[in-house]
């Protein structure tokens, strides 16, 4: 029952670097997604895949890059990290379309400090 | 745009007491609505969620809310607390576009 996993689960990254999350769920999940969680400020959307091929940008995409691998994976590229860009991030992914009633299931989080 | 309100930031009640925690969204239509809790260093748990029909949704964890549409409101409740509902609590709609919109999230301390 692993669910949607994430990793590293712990980064610290210097100002300009790249990096890659990393997500695959074993839910024959159709949607995925990544999230970035900051204090006050809910869970942000910053790109989703709807389906196996195709990735569409959410709320905050700047500074990111995606790439649905598969349909298990679905990894977020930070290719010049930035402080701003501290922060917890959420793979997570769903069946299907929400409103069909398909349930969102979360990762554990991932915490990206940038200095 | 669409946008989900959680006006209480932080709230503190004792255990066995009732609690209710508010969500408002903004959206032309019903949308999709669901609450999440987050224990501290986790993930989100779906706790419930409301799609149509009855507008008292059963959750787990002895959670409950109810979709007020005259109010855009879908305010969480559960008649007695326990220590360990102690987390953050999320609001979100599902307005259409295939991904959740979250509120800003409301922290629940509870006194013994």
């Known amino acids: 029952n692993a669910g949607v996993t994430q990793t590293p689960k712990f980064q610290v990254l210097k100002t300009g670097q790249s990096m890659t999350l990393q997500c695959a769920q074993d839910?024959?999940?159709?949607?995925m997604y990544w999230y970035r969680q900051d204090p006050g400020m809910g869970l942000r959307l910053i790109y989703y895949?709807?389906?196996?091929?195709?990735?569409d940008k959410g709320e905050v995409p700047n500074g990111y890059n995606v790439s649905r691998l598969n349909k298990r994976e679905f990894s977020l590229r930070l290719e010049s990290a930035a402080p701003s860009q501290t922060s917890v991030y959420f793979c997570?992914?769903?069946?299907?379309?929400?409103?069909?009633?398909?349930?969102?299931?979360f990762g554990e989080g991932s915490w990206l400090t940038v200095v | 745009a669409q946008s989900v309100t959680q006006p209480d930031i932080h709230i503190t009640v004792s255990e066995g007491a009732s609690l209710e925690l508010r969500c408002n969204y903004s959206?032309?239509?019903?949308?999709?609505l669901f609450w999440y809790v987050q224990s501290p260093g986790q993930g989100l748990q779906l706790l419930l969620k409301?799609?149509?029909?009855?507008?008292l949704v059963q959750g787990i964890k002895g959670f409950e809310a109810e979709f007020k549409r005259s109010q855009s409101s879908f305010n969480l409740r559960k008649p007695s607390v326990h220590w360990s509902d102690a987390a953050e609590y999320f609001c979100?709609?599902?307005?259409?576009?295939?991904?959740?919109?979250f509120g800003s999230g409301t922290r629940l301390q509870v006194q013994p």
């Open positions: 997570a992914s769903a069946g299907g379309l929400l409103n069909s009633g398909n349930t969102i299931y």
């Open positions: 839910m024959n999940h159709n949607s």
């Open positions: 895949s709807a389906s196996e091929g195709t990735t």
């Open positions: 959206y032309g239509a019903t949308p999709y």
């Open positions: 409301y799609f149509s029909g009855d507008t």
């Open positions: 979100a709609v599902d307005p259409g576009r295939r991904a959740l919109t």
